[in-house]
C-alpha cells in the first residue's frame, strides 16, 4: 500500500480485509488509510500503541499491578508478556529469583515481580537503571509523602532564569506558532535557532551558556541547566519543551544531592522525565535515532502536522502524570528487586551479584541497531552529562549523537556468536536455567536482518545446556524499514529458546 509519503507493506491477510472494509463502507481504500492516520496523530498513538494498551490493561487486570512502559522502545516485549510468564510459572516456583540481563524499559522484569518472584534487573544504559529502580522498587523509599508532595517540591525549586536570557525571545516565537497551529514558523525557529553546534546568529547571553558547557564536555553537571536547550532545541525538542526538561531535570540533581531526594526518589523523577521526553520527540517511532528532517524538497503536510502535536506536548503534565503512575505501581512493590547498570560482559568478570539466580531470562538485540544510537538522548538526559558531539567527515551527524556511546557485541554479525557463548557460559556458571527471546525475520521482509540465526544459536547453546528447545509464540511485531522512516506491520515467528540444567 502506498500513500504520498509512507509505503507500507501488509501482510496478505490484513491487506485483504482492509480492501473488504473499504469495499463494505464505500470508502475509497486510501481515504480510509488516511482517516485511519489522521486518529493515529490525532490520539498521538499509533495502532501498535492501541494494541499495546489492550495487552497492558490485560495484563494489569490479570496481576493488579501495572506494568509501565516508561519510553517507547524498539523491541519491548510488552505484547508477548504473557507467553514468558507462563512459562516462568509453569517451570519455577514461586519465590525463584529471574534475572532479566538485557531489562531495557524493565517490563518484562516488572512482569516477573507482579507474580511475586524475586527479579535481578540489568542492562548497560543507564536510563534502563532509573527505570528498574524506580518501578521495581519500593515508594517507601520516597521522602515524600505521596506523588502530589513530590511533584510540588520539583515545581517550587524550578529555575528558569538562564535559559529564559538565552532563549526567552524564541520560546515566545515558538509559543506563538503552537497557539496559531503555523507550522512553517516553527519549521523556521527550528533551522534558526542558535545551538551550540550552530552558532550563527548567537547572542551574548547564549555564547555564556555554549562556553561554560563546552569546558565541561563529557562531564555529569548539577549546575547549569542548559544540556537540553542547547543540543536538542527545535530539533529533538521544542525550544520551551527543551526548557522544561533541563530545569526538572537539575533541580532533580541538586535534591539528590542534598539529599531531598531519596535514591527511589531520583529514578523515579528521572523516569518520568524520560517519559516526558519521549512523548515530545519530533522523531520518527519516537526513538531518537534522528529528528525529523525538513528540507525543501519534501511534500511537509505530515511532518507539520506532526511537529504541531509533538510541540504541544506540555512536559510538566506528562512528567506529574507518570510520577503519580510510578507511585502507584511501587507503593505495592516487595523492596528486594535489584536494578543493576552492567553489561552482560561486566557480569562475567565478576558474577558475585548473581547468587541463586534460578532462571536468566535475555532478549538482546539482534540487529545491527545500537540502542546506544536510538536512545542517546534518554542517556544524556538520565546522566546529565555534557555531550561530546560525534564529528563524520568534518560535521556534526545528523543525529546529533554522543561520542561516547556503547556497542554491542551483539549487534555485530562478527562478534555476536561469542557473546552468545558468554551468555550461555555466564548461565551455566551461575547453575541458571537460560530462556532467550528470539524473534526471526520474516522471509522477504524489509526488515533489518538478524545477526545470528536461530539454529547457530541452538548450536552454542547445546554446548553448555543438556536440554535445549524452542517454543514459538505467534504475535506481530513491529519494526522500523531501512530508511527509518516507515513503520511496518507483519507476523514474525516469535521464539522462546529453552536452555535446562537438567
Ligand atoms: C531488545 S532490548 C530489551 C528490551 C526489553 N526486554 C524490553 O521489553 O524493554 C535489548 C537491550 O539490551 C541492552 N544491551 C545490548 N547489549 C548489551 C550488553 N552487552 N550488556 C548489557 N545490555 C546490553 C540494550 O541496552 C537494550 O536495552
Redesign the pocket.
Same mark, same amino acid.
Given at each position: 500500500m502506498k500513500s504520498a509519503q509512507m509505503r507500507l507493506r501488509l501482510e496478505p491477510d490484513l491487506h485483504r480485509k482492509f480492501i473488504e472494509k473499504s469495499r463494505e463502507n464505500g470508502v475509497p481504500a486510501a481515504k480510509l488509510m488516511r482517516d485511519f492516520i489522521s486518529t493515529y496523530v490525532g490520539e498521538q498513538t499509533c495502532a501498535l500503541g492501541i494494541r499495546e494498551k489492550m495487552t497492558h490493561q490485560s495484563v494489569q487486570s490479570d496481576k493488579q499491578q501495572e506494568i509501565i512502559?516508561p519510553i517507547q522502545?524498539?523491541?519491548?516485549?510488552?505484547r508477548s508478556i504473557s507467553p514468558i510468564i507462563e512459562f516462568a510459572q509453569k517451570n519455577l516456583n514461586p519465590s525463584s529469583t529471574v534475572l @532479566?540481563?538485557?531489562?531495557?524499559?524493565? +517490563? +518484562?522484569a516488572q512482569a516477573f515481580a507482579n507474580i511475586g518472584m524475586n527479579v535481578i534487573a540489568? @542492562? +548497560?544504559?543507564g536510563y534502563?537503571y532509573h527505570f528498574s529502580r524506580s518501578l521495581l522498587g519500593s515508594a517507601n523509599g520516597s521522602h515524600f509523602r505521596n506523588p502530589e508532595s513530590f511533584f510540588a517540591y520539583i515545581d517550587s525549586h524550578l529555575d528558569f532564569n538562564l535559559i529564559q536570557k538565552a532563549y526567552g525571545d524564541w520560546i515566545k516565537r515558538e509559543r506563538d506558532a503552537v497557539n496559531s497551529s503555523d507550522a512553517e514558523s516553527l519549521f523556521k525557529v527550528s533551522r534558526d535557532i542558535p545551538q551550540i553546534w550552530r552558532r550563527l546568529g548567537q547572542t551574548p547571553e547564549q555564547v555564556y551558556l555554549f562556553d561554560n558547557l563546552s569546558k565541561l564536555k563529557g562531564q555529569k553537571i548539577s549546575t547549569i541547566p542548559g544540556i537540553v536547550s542547547t543540543h536538542y532545541a527545535g530539533t529533538y525538542f521544542g525550544i520551551f519543551q527543551s526548557q522544561m526538561l533541563d530545569t526538572i531535570r537539575i533541580e532533580t540533581e541538586k535534591g539528590y544531592i542534598t539529599g531531598e531526594l531519596s535514591d527511589w526518589d531520583y529514578s523515579a523523577s528521572i523516569t518520568a522525565l524520560l517519559f516526558a521526553a519521549s512523548s515530545a520527540s519530533f522523531t520518527p517511532g519516537k526513538h531518537f535515532a534522528q529528528y525529523h528532517q525538513i528540507t525543501d524538497k519534501k511534500d511537509l503536510a505530515f511532518h507539520k502536522k506532526r511537529i504541531l502535536l509533538d510541540r504541544s506536548v506540555d512536559i510538566s503534565e506528562k512528567y506529574k502524570e507518570m510520577l503519580e503512575r510510578i507511585w502507584s505501581r511501587a507503593a505495592k512493590n516487595n523492596p528486594n528487586h535489584v536494578p543493576i547498570k552492567?553489561?552482560?560482559?561486566e557480569l562475567c568478570q565478576d558474577n558475585s551479584d548473581l547468587s541463586s539466580v534460578d532462571l536468566v531470562y535475555a @532478549?538482546?538485540?539482534?540487529t545491527a541497531q545500537q540502542?546506544?544510537r536510538f536512545?542517546h538522548v534518554p542517556e544524556i538526559i538520565s546522566e546529565y552529562r555534557v555531550p561530546n558531539l560525534q564529528v563524520f567527515r568534518g560535521k556534526i551527524t545528523k543525529g546529533l549523537y554522543d561520542n561516547s556511546r556503547?556497542n554491542?557485541?551483539?549487534?555485530s554479525k562478527r562478534s555476536s556468536p561469542k557473546?552468545f557463548e558468554d551468555l550461555a557460559s555466564l548461565s551455566r556458571g551461575i547453575d541458571s536455567d537460560l530462556v532467550i527471546?528470539y524473534s526471526e525475520s520474516a522471509e522477504h521482509s524489509t526488515g533489518n536482518s538478524r545477526m545470528i540465526d536461530l539454529d547457530s544459536l541452538k548450536t552454542i547453546c547445546r554446548k553448555y545446556f543438556p536440554v535445549v528447545r524452542d517454543e514459538r509464540l505467534e504475535h506481530s511485531y513491529r519494526q522500523f524499514n531501512s530508511s527509518n522512516s516507515a513503520v511496518v506491520s507483519r507476523s514474525d515467528d516469535e521464539v522462546l529458546l529453552v536452555c535446562e540444567r537438567k
Amino acid at each position: 500500500m502506498k500513500s504520498a509519503q509512507m509505503r507500507l507493506r501488509l501482510e496478505p491477510d490484513l491487506h485483504r480485509k482492509f480492501i473488504e472494509k473499504s469495499r463494505e463502507n464505500g470508502v475509497p481504500a486510501a481515504k480510509l488509510m488516511r482517516d485511519f492516520i489522521s486518529t493515529y496523530v490525532g490520539e498521538q498513538t499509533c495502532a501498535l500503541g492501541i494494541r499495546e494498551k489492550m495487552t497492558h490493561q490485560s495484563v494489569q487486570s490479570d496481576k493488579q499491578q501495572e506494568i509501565i512502559r516508561p519510553i517507547q522502545y524498539l523491541g519491548s516485549k510488552l505484547r508477548s508478556i504473557s507467553p514468558i510468564i507462563e512459562f516462568a510459572q509453569k517451570n519455577l516456583n514461586p519465590s525463584s529469583t529471574v534475572l @532479566d540481563i538485557f531489562t531495557g524499559t524493565s +517490563v +518484562v522484569a516488572q512482569a516477573f515481580a507482579n507474580i511475586g518472584m524475586n527479579v535481578i534487573a540489568s @542492562d +548497560v544504559m543507564g536510563y534502563s537503571y532509573h527505570f528498574s529502580r524506580s518501578l521495581l522498587g519500593s515508594a517507601n523509599g520516597s521522602h515524600f509523602r505521596n506523588p502530589e508532595s513530590f511533584f510540588a517540591y520539583i515545581d517550587s525549586h524550578l529555575d528558569f532564569n538562564l535559559i529564559q536570557k538565552a532563549y526567552g525571545d524564541w520560546i515566545k516565537r515558538e509559543r506563538d506558532a503552537v497557539n496559531s497551529s503555523d507550522a512553517e514558523s516553527l519549521f523556521k525557529v527550528s533551522r534558526d535557532i542558535p545551538q551550540i553546534w550552530r552558532r550563527l546568529g548567537q547572542t551574548p547571553e547564549q555564547v555564556y551558556l555554549f562556553d561554560n558547557l563546552s569546558k565541561l564536555k563529557g562531564q555529569k553537571i548539577s549546575t547549569i541547566p542548559g544540556i537540553v536547550s542547547t543540543h536538542y532545541a527545535g530539533t529533538y525538542f521544542g525550544i520551551f519543551q527543551s526548557q522544561m526538561l533541563d530545569t526538572i531535570r537539575i533541580e532533580t540533581e541538586k535534591g539528590y544531592i542534598t539529599g531531598e531526594l531519596s535514591d527511589w526518589d531520583y529514578s523515579a523523577s528521572i523516569t518520568a522525565l524520560l517519559f516526558a521526553a519521549s512523548s515530545a520527540s519530533f522523531t520518527p517511532g519516537k526513538h531518537f535515532a534522528q529528528y525529523h528532517q525538513i528540507t525543501d524538497k519534501k511534500d511537509l503536510a505530515f511532518h507539520k502536522k506532526r511537529i504541531l502535536l509533538d510541540r504541544s506536548v506540555d512536559i510538566s503534565e506528562k512528567y506529574k502524570e507518570m510520577l503519580e503512575r510510578i507511585w502507584s505501581r511501587a507503593a505495592k512493590n516487595n523492596p528486594n528487586h535489584v536494578p543493576i547498570k552492567k553489561s552482560m560482559e561486566e557480569l562475567c568478570q565478576d558474577n558475585s551479584d548473581l547468587s541463586s539466580v534460578d532462571l536468566v531470562y535475555a @532478549d538482546p538485540p539482534y540487529t545491527a541497531q545500537q540502542y546506544s544510537r536510538f536512545y542517546h538522548v534518554p542517556e544524556i538526559i538520565s546522566e546529565y552529562r555534557v555531550p561530546n558531539l560525534q564529528v563524520f567527515r568534518g560535521k556534526i551527524t545528523k543525529g546529533l549523537y554522543d561520542n561516547s556511546r556503547f556497542n554491542s557485541r551483539f549487534s555485530s554479525k562478527r562478534s555476536s556468536p561469542k557473546a552468545f557463548e558468554d551468555l550461555a557460559s555466564l548461565s551455566r556458571g551461575i547453575d541458571s536455567d537460560l530462556v532467550i527471546s528470539y524473534s526471526e525475520s520474516a522471509e522477504h521482509s524489509t526488515g533489518n536482518s538478524r545477526m545470528i540465526d536461530l539454529d547457530s544459536l541452538k548450536t552454542i547453546c547445546r554446548k553448555y545446556f543438556p536440554v535445549v528447545r524452542d517454543e514459538r509464540l505467534e504475535h506481530s511485531y513491529r519494526q522500523f524499514n531501512s530508511s527509518n522512516s516507515a513503520v511496518v506491520s507483519r507476523s514474525d515467528d516469535e521464539v522462546l529458546l529453552v536452555c535446562e540444567r537438567k
